[in-house]
């Protein structure tokens, strides 16, 4: 997944749109009830929780298991001897014995690094991703000011807030919990 957007999937039977990290419903401009005027120049978005893959998946891997740490949530770090390219399996245009061309499912591939599990970079912080999510953590305990400021001044326009770190964390806490 590249910086921005979200994991946009359509299900192919009852044609739902949501992201794939939240599972929130995708909407246009305006067609939710959740929408406000923030929303009137957005396009097809979800109103994502803080704890979302489309805005933990910007975060650098030590910061990551930096969270996942802080509130000891167990994760993989060790790699089996002998892995260089990541397992994880993922589709990818292929030829066909006839010529076409289709869809296949096959390894990544991508070289692996040190402490991710045996995973490239982009696998592994999926994962810790998606974990951060089905625990509930905040990911304000590794944001700085500067990002917590920007998260909450688009989320929440006009709204009063605390100028201090320590005092925005437990006010963002306090207010706007992650659920």
Known sequence: MAVGGCAHFTCSQCKFQFCEGCHQAIWKARSSPQCSEKCAKRGLHAHHPRHCLTLTRDFTTENLQKLLDMHNVPFEKTISLGVVSCTEIV???????DG??????GP??????????GLCEKHYKLKLC??????????????EQHEITAWFQGEYPGVEFPNELPALIKFMKGNYPVK
Request: proline share 5%; aromatic share 2%; net charge negative.
């Open 91 to 97: 589709q990818a245009e292929g030829t066909m014995p």
């Open 100 to 105: 076409s061309m289709q869809l296949v499912d």
């Open 108 to 117: 990544c591939g991508a070289a692996v690094a040190e402490n991710q599990a």
């Open 130 to 143: 998606k974990l951060i999510y089905k625990s509930k953590l905040d990911p304000v305990d590794i944001m």
